[in-house]
């Protein structure tokens, strides 16, 4: 996907408000970052929400350390803005935030259709 929709006032999210307060900017900026990551990847072949690249990369990337970005994701994910799933990092919660307007592509719209059938179903 070439982009996806964030509240505006993410930033006031009570988990986000946390990240702020351990990490700042940077942690805010990582979490962001990741995100942009991950949305890159999914296509209707590729639905898995894996953040691939892995700290080394990531830290290079942002001019953090290892140590520090390997922190800062064991928060997101101890917070629940990630899984961790037999040590892949995923952000599952990015297929609840999908809509059709994001994508011309069939396959990506039953996708999409289908998560919104399931949280129907689920309320």
């Not at 942002?62 to 390997?70: D, F, I, L, N, R």
């Not at 799933?85 to 995923?90: E, H, S, V, W």
């Not at 919660?93 to 129907?120: C, E, G, W, Y």
Request: aromatic letters at 8%; one cysteine or more.
């Amino acid at each position: 996907m070439k982009w996806f929709k964030h509240d505006a006032d993410a930033n006031m999210d009570a988990k986000l408000q946390e990240v702020l307060l351990d990490y700042g900017l940077e942690g805010y900026g990582l979490f962001w970052y990741c995100l942009e990551l991950i949305t890159n990847k999914v296509t209707s072949d590729n639905l898995t929400f894996e953040l691939e690249h892995d700290a080394r990369i990531i830290a290079r990337n942002t001019g953090s350390t290892v140590q520090k970005v390997e922190e800062m994701m064991k928060k997101f994910v101890s917070l629940g803005l990630f899984e961790n799933n037999a040590g892949a990092i995923t952000c599952l919660k990015l297929a609840d935030r999908l809509d059709k307007s994001m994508t011309n592509s069939p396959q990506m719209r039953v996708f999409i259709a289908s998560m919104r059938n399931k949280q129907h179903v689920m309320t």
